[in-house]
Every structure is written in C-alpha cells, then in structure tokens.
C-alpha cells in the first residue's frame, strides 16, 4: 500500500460515508469497553502489576483470549459469507450492514453472558479505574477509526466487518493503556503517599505497629487491636488494607490526630515491598506472624518470602525497635537467629505469662491467663488452636506496651470472629456453615480442619485447593486431601485447579471416593451441598478463589 494510493483512496471516501465509519468505530468502541472488562478486572486484581495481568493469562491457560478469538472468528466469518452473498445486491444500500449486525449480535451476547457470570470481586470504578478506562476507550476507537478504513478502502468483501478483528487486540490495548497511564498513576500514589508519610511523621505521639507474614496478618491485627484499645485509642488498616496506596488510604481517612497507636498490616508480593512500607509509616514495634509458601508463584523462593518478610525486622532493628517472632513458623524461627534483640515468641515460651488449663472446642476456647502472682480465667469465640497462640502472641506486645492483665482479659472477651476466616454463620438451611473463604495457606488449612474436626455429625469440605504455590503446588493439595482424609465425610472440589492433586491424597488417605464430589463453581457446589447434607451436618468453606482463577 503505497502512499499515493492511500491519498487517492481517502479522496474518494464522501461525506456520508466518514459519517458511517465513525458511527460504526464509536458503537463499537462503547461495545468493546464491555468486552474488556474482563481485562481490565484482572489488571485490577493483580494490584495493576502487569506480572499479575500475563500470570492470569498463563494460570488460565488464555482462556479468555480464546472467547475473544471465538468473537472474532464467527463474527468476521458470518461478516464475510453474508457480503459474499448478498454482493449481486449491494445496489440497495442498506444491505451492506447486514453482515455488521452480525458482529453486534455477536458481541452482545458476549457482554451478556460475560456479566450474567457471578463476580466475587466486581471491578471497582476507582478515580485510576476511571482514568484508565477514558485512555482504553481512546485507543480502542482509534484502533477501531483505523481498521474500520482499512476495510473500506482495501477490502470491500469484507468492508466495515474488519472492526470484528479487532477483539483480539484488546489485551494488547489494555497493556498500552497501562503504559500511557503508569507515568501519570505514579505522579498520584507518590504524591498520595508522601501526604500520609507527612502525616505520621507530624504526628510525635503515635506509634506504629508493623505486622508481616504469610498467614496471619488479619487475624494478629484484630486481636491485638481489640486488646490494646482498652489501654489505647487504637486505628488499624482495616480488612486486608497492606499496600502503599492501603495503608495511604487508612492514615488519611481512619487515622485521627488524638489516634496513640496505629496497626499496619504489610502485605508483600516480591522483595522491597515491605521496605517501601516501612519508610512510609515509620514502625517501631514488629510482629513477624509465620513464614511458608504462600505467594511462592510471584516470589519465586522460600527464601525470597524470607527476605521480604526480614525487611520489616531490618528497619525495626535499624531503629531500636521492639520485635517479636513467631518462632511456632520453622521459617520464622529461622528468620529470628539474625536478630539478637528480637523476642521468640511460642505458646508460653516467656516465664511471665502462661496460659493453663486450655479447652478448645466448637464454641471457642477457654483458659486460664496467668501473669506473675495473678492468674484470671477467659474465654473466647474465636476457633481454633491455632488463635490460642495468636492470643498469647498479643498478650506478650499488650504488656509490653503496660497494659494490665484485666485490661488485656477484657480485651480478649470483646474478640469478635473475623468475617471469613473460621467464621461460624448461622445457615437458613440445618447445617453450620464454618466460613474460611478468604484465603488459604498450607498452615491455614491444617488450622481449619483441627477446627472442624470439634464438631459432630457428617462433615463437608468445599474448596478448589491452594493456590500461588508454584511447584510446590500439587504436592501441597496432595497433602492437604490426605489431611481432609482424616476429617471428613465428604469433600467438593468446586475446581479444576487442584482437582487431581487433592483427588489423589483423598484416595491415598482411603477415603470413600464416591464422595469425592467435584463441580465448576462455588454456586454448584452449594447445590450439590443441598443435596448431601442433613440436619446437624457442618460444613467447612475452605478457601475462595478470585476471579483471575476463573
């Protein structure tokens, strides 16, 4: 196509059809901002890391990409047969869009269906959602301008129908939109980020408490946020709140100036993560929860997790802080022998404070706290014995931080559950519903199956598996289906993911496997639930995965 061509070929386009063409690129723009929802969803979930956005197209083996294949396959053969058809009849000027419904038609249905699928984290319409999806429509319809005049200038079988190409070219859109907009994104979090670091350093009073692990960060950040806030007026990140922009949000909407300590969760998916967060905040108190694998997929090795999580002890060490380790963790109990000052914390590892006389069952846990000449009797609904330990780890800080034993008793007394991790809900159905949806680590679903194992009738897992393993990952289901051999009745693996790996442990645990039930999604697995269970039945949701799984 040489220049002059082109130039002739423009010249010859008249008035009405530019109206047409840019008609045509402007519906279909509006069309294929719906069909990259997907994309841009994913693009979101990742944490707008392009990492994530190319794992998702690896984790779902480009299954998303073949749908947008299949769009464009039948709508630029439909587009094609019909114009080759009805070529005789082109006299009559309407007739040259019939081939173009087809591409409407079949792209509404794609939209239809896209949104008709149930989403458990919907994309969020952000002020940075928002500026992304005006540069994505940008060069969506100067794709779309371009292609639509290819067509009718060079290919006139196929004519205005050359728009339906250019579905398959939306991840590709979608990442230069990423690139057009990281310059101007950066500007924003730096500049949202500093506002907050200025925050916290104006504030002399406050102090900081950084909480890092694989597992465990939520739950420390809860317990001991209710414990200290008898003494304390206490702000923490709330929910899952552990990035830059996270923590940024938190200090300048939830933190107040009369505000004496504040609980950073930090959460990390490669090294310097943790680093990042500690120059904004500032902490002197740190709690290292436990070290595994989870994450292995983005962090590459064990060791790597090691290092991020270190990065918190670093800067607390650094500064003459107060540090604290879970040394119950093997990696963690590793990760301490580096620091000398550092407290090792397992169950009643500090002569000061024991606790006695521990039951734990379906309905929480009691025991007796004793501290030097004073020993008090608790209780708490939190399950698992796993959180009897989470509880002496936030005593050991609580007094640290001069907090009396009947002010940390009362604080352990107020401890609520946390929604969906061993979260007990009340069924409309006859069964107990046991919630630990939010996510799973290796250690985790060890805790949630002792949980489970407390309580009568027929037991029920539903679950796809652990995931973000790397290689490590089927050996960990495998595992994990031997452990759920032990405990349970019956088991839906409501996945394809780890569908094998856990089938197998089942089977070599001996597990009955005409009860190894396994369906496409949570909303099946309930309905076959419905189908198995009885009155006094419980039932264990044990890990949910997001939608870049699906």
Not at 98 to 119: E, R
Not at 470 to 478: D, H, R, S, V
């Amino acid at each position: 196509m040489n220049a002059y061509l082109l130039v002739k070929n423009l010249s010859e386009i008249t008035k009405n059809d530019n109206i047409v063409l840019v008609s045509i690129a402007v519906l279909s723009t509006v069309l294929f901002v719906f069909v990259g929802y997907k994309l841009m969803q994913m693009l979101q979930l990742t944490g707008y890391k392009l990492k994530g956005y190319f794992m998702w197209f690896k984790e779902t083996k480009g299954a998303y990409f073949s749908r947008l294949f299949m769009l464009t396959f039948l709508s630029f053969a439909s587009i094609l047969m019909t114009n080759v058809l009805l070529e005789d009849f082109f006299v009559i000027n309407i007739l040259k869009f019939v081939g173009i419904l087809f591409f409407f038609l079949f792209s509404s249905l794609f939209i239809t269906n896209l949104f008709s699928a149930k989403q458990k984290t919907p994309l969020k319409y952000t002020r940075r959602m928002t500026r992304f999806v005006v540069v994505y429509s940008i060069l969506i319809f100067g794709v779309s301008l371009a292609i639509i005049y290819i067509g009718f200038m060079f290919i006139p079988y196929v004519s205005y129908g050359l728009i339906s190409v250019v579905p398959i070219l939306l991840p590709l859109i979608v990442i230069l939109a990423y690139f057009i907009t990281y310059p101007i994104e950066k500007l924003i979090s730096t500049s949202y980020i500093k506002k907050a670091k200025n925050v916290i350093v104006s504030n002399k009073k406050i102090k900081v408490i950084g909480i890092t692990g694989s597992y465990g960060k939520t739950t420390m950040k809860n317990i001991l946020g209710t414990i200290l806030s008898e003494k304390y007026k206490v702000c923490i990140t709330p929910s899952s709140y552990n990035t830059p922009l996270g923590l940024a949000k938190t200090i300048l909407s939830n933190l107040e100036e009369n505000d004496e300590i504040f609980i950073a969760e930090m959460g990390a998916r490669q090294e310097k993560d943790i680093s990042e967060l500690c120059e904004m905040v500032n902490p002197t108190v740190g709690l290292i929860t436990g070290i595994g694998n989870q994450h292995l997929l983005t962090f590459g090795s064990v060791q790597s997790i090691m290092n991020a999580k270190g990065e918190l002890a670093d800067y607390i060490t650094k500064n003459n802080g107060k540090l604290y380790f879970n040394i119950e963790s093997k990696n963690a109990k590793t990760l301490s022998n580096y620091y000398e000052n550092a407290t090792k914390v397992a169950l009643n590892s500090q002569n000061l404070l024991k606790f006695d006389n521990i039951e734990s069952n379906k309905d929480g846990s009691s025991f007796d706290i004793c501290y030097k000449e004073k020993t008090i009797k608790t209780h708490t609904i939190l399950l698992g014995e796993h959180n009897i330990f989470n509880i002496y780890f936030a005593c050991l800080v609580a007094l640290d931080l001069g907090l009396s034993l009947e002010q940390i008793v009362n604080g352990i007394n107020k401890l609520a559950s946390i929604p969906h991790r061993l979260d007990i809900i009340k069924s409309t159905s006859t069964y107990t519903i046991i919630d630990d949806s939010y996510n799973c680590s290796v250690e985790g679903s060890k805790a949630s199956l002792n949980v489970l194992s407390k309580f009568d009738g027929q037991k029920f897992v539903i679950t796809p598996g652990i995931v973000e393993l790397g290689a490590e990952q089927f050996n960990a289901n495998f595992e994990f289906g031997k452990d759920m051999a032990k405990v349970c009745d019956y088991v839906i693996i409501d996945s394809t993911i780890n569908y094998n790996a856990i089938h197998a442990g089942l089977v070599f645990g001996n597990f009955d496997e005409t009860k190894i039930l396994q369906t496409a999604n949570l909303t099946q697995a309930v309905e076959m639930l419905n189908k198995y269970a009885l009155k006094n039945d419980v039932v264990l949701f044990e890990n949910d995965l997001p939608d870049n799984y699906n």
